[in-house]
């Protein structure tokens, strides 16, 4: 499978097919028939012999890929090994036609930039299915009053509608990065051994390039590899928006916080120890292979530089960290979306960790409400610090301690209004209404 090395758990076969070595050579061989056709227009290979080529032309399955890596033996050349089978079942003279003006790197880099494009459809449509998840989470919960936390600390109320659909816009912003990597990597390069078209016409070129659906482009005997590096950019931003959402899922199953859970079905084991256990698995494994995403990315830059017109130092890195990344990618998507669709909320428990910090969350109205009332910004600060440390310290109200202090002189209207849940909320829906423009694509 073109060197990947992701373990048949996170493989989806749709995503693997795409990169098996049957596809790979199926490509290989459209690439050359196509290119033999082409220059059959051109009146360069004889038309007859063109057509034969195609007629007689190998199915490739899984006995082809066979008689290509016991010929490699002898080669050497996996491109090489592949054109001498291709030939010798055609036959000639029509198949000494085949690669005709061609280097390998025409054949190998137009095939993975059409794996490549081919991959990033099978992305894009789960990151579609993923967004209208959250869009859907994010309105369901629009209400449901939560705590925001900053460093971990009880901050301000907020909702979880609010939080889903910053993911929500999130992965919108992700799927455009991945819409401009699929521009960049769907491109064909069929013009020779240092890309000057000495033996092949741009003709050819541009009718393969045609046929295939991809952008016939300038390149040395390599297409560049920045293009494939903004594929593996937009892979790893992914999975990093994909991390940063299961980190969070993560916190909020913590015994002690307690507010979303992950489904769990029937006959599902949390732990061989302890019965128990309920545990984060999917969003941690979703952390997990975010790791090795990033860590193509540093792959994939390194492979821009290359000697002069072309050299392999990046060939076998890439059959590892190209098929890899999109099978990884495409599977955390997945991954992701059956998380969403299947999270438990815990609105109750959301509203009792709210009201557990005894108030002090309003410190900030408080604070404002202070300074209106003609108390210096700092002088406001420090008493309601201290009234709020008091609060914490003592187990009470942070409005019963405000009370109780005579340096505090807000009447019960400001009082009410600084405590007003709905005052803190009231501008949310901008968040929420921002994600449920978000277009499906």
Known sequence: MCGALVIERYALAEMQEIFSDRSKFARFLEIELLATDAQAKLGIVPQVEAQTCR????????????????????????????????????????????????????????????????????????????????????????????????????????????????????????????????????????????????????????????????????????????????????????????????????????????????????????????????????????????????????????NVALWHERDISHSSAERIVLPDSAMLAYYITKRLTKLIAGLEVDKERMLENLASSFGVVFSQPVLLALVSSGMSRDDAYRIVQEDATIAWRDRVQLREVLEKDSRVKLSEKQLNDAFDLRRSLVHTSKTLDAASRIAQS
Not at 74 to 95: L, N, S
Not at 160 to 176: E, H, N, P, T
Request: with cysteine.
């Open 55 to 302: 007629a007689k032309a190998p199915l490739v399955d899984e006995a082809f890929v066979q008689r290509v890596a016991e010929r490699e033996l002898v080669t050497d050349h996996d491109v090489a090994a592949f054109v001498d089978v291709v030939q010798a079942t055609i036959g000639m003279p029509a198949g000494a036609w085949i690669h005709h003006g061609l280097t390998s790197t025409d054949v190998v880099d137009t095939a993975w930039c059409w794996m490549l494009k081919d991959a990033t459809e099978l992305i894009l449509g789960a990151m579609n299915e993923l967004i209208a998840q959250l869009q859907e989470l994010s309105q369901l919960h629009r209400d449901t009053v939560m705590i925001g936390r900053t460093h971990g600390i009880h901050a301000e109320p907020t909702t979880f509608g609010a939080k889903v659909a910053l993911w929500a816009l999130q992965v919108d912003r992700d799927r455009s990065r991945m819409v401009a990597a699929r521009a960049a990597i769907a491109v064909c390069k069929l013009s020779g051994a240092v890309g000057t078209y000495s033996n092949v016409s741009p003709e050819v070129e541009a009718y393969v390039a045609s046929s295939l659906g991809l952008t016939a482009v300038p390149a040395t005997q390599v297409v560049a590899r920045d293009r494939h590096a903004e594929f593996l950019w937009a892979c790893a931003s992914l999975g990093s928006t994909i991390e940063a959402i299961a980190v969070e899922l993560r916190h909020l199953q913590r015994t002690e916080v307690s507010e979303v859970r992950e489904g769990f079905k029937v006959g599902q084991k949390g732990s061989s120890a302890m019965p128990h256990k309920r545990n984060p698995i999917s969003a941690e494994t979703l952390t997990g292979l975010s790791r090795v995403l990033r860590s193509n990315l540093q792959t994939g830059l390194q």
